[in-house]
């Protein structure tokens, strides 16, 4: 069975840092790009950054872009997204999701059941 599993996530206060991990078991994460998306309440899920499989290359939300960074670690089948200098606005469900055709397809094959992240004082 094919599954991703996000874990990291929590309560940090303004300016903190969390890391994200999204681990896959049944399939090596290797062969996927791997995508970071968020949910907050009330607004539509956005993303976030990712990983792409054919040339390793990043992308990142401009929201994000410098706070956040996303690494794939293939002997632990794990992406990790690293964030840092949080804002009350990152609040959300953070998701990853997984696919062989890279950063650019709009569906995405495989997700994780999501987890929350939660910044404030």
């Known amino acids: 069975q094919l599954q991703l599993v996000e874990s990291g996530g929590g309560l940090v206060q303004p300016g903190g840092s969390l890391i994200l991990s999204c681990a896959a078991s049944?399939?090596?994460?290797?062969?996927?790009?791997i995508g970071w998306f968020r949910q907050a309440p009330g607004r539509e899920r956005e993303g976030v950054s990712c990983?792409?499989?054919?040339?390793?290359?990043?992308h990142y939300a401009d929201s994000v872009q410098g706070r956040f960074t996303i690494s794939r670690d293939g002997a632990k089948n794990t992406v990790f997204l690293q964030m840092n200098s949080l804002k009350p606005e990152d609040t959300a469900v953070y998701y990853c999701?997984?696919?062989?055709?890279?950063?650019?397809?709009?569906?995405?094959?495989?997700w994780g059941q999501g987890i929350q992240v939660t910044v404030s004082s």
């Open positions: 990983i792409n499989n054919n040339d390793g290359s990043t």
């Open positions: 049944g399939f090596s994460l290797d062969f996927y790009a």
């Open positions: 999701a997984a696919d062989l055709g890279g950063c650019q397809v709009d569906l995405w094959a495989y």
